[in-house]
């Protein structure tokens, strides 16, 4: 049994957007939800592009450390993140 040290990259972009989503009374994933709206909402392309922003800027930033298994969890949309990043 190896036990892994995980990060979630979802977990780091609610924590980075919390004091919008606390502002507007939504709180965890479904909150998360709640604040990217329907692409039919005004709102949506605003908010989809910081959560891919923040969402590539996360996942380029983490270092894996040396000394231990380690898994990223990543978000369902990670396959738009920049090229780079990948």
């Known amino acids: 049994h190896h036990a892994f040290q995980t990060l ?14 606390t502002a507007l009374g939504f709180r965890g994933i479904s909150g998360m939800a709640e604040w990217m709206g329907f692409p039919s909402d005004k709102r949506f392309a605003r908010n ?16 894996a450390p040396n000394d231990a298994n380690f898994a990223l969890d990543t978000t369902g949309s990670v396959v738009y993140v920049q090229h780079n990043t990948k």
Not at 8 to 21: C, G, H, M, N
Not at 48 to 56: F, G, H, T, V
């Open 48 to 63: 989809q592009k910081r959560y891919l922003e923040l969402e590539n800027s996360i996942t380029a930033s983490v270092c």
């Open 8 to 21: 979630s990259v979802d977990d780091l972009i609610e924590t980075a957007i919390e004091p919008e989503l």
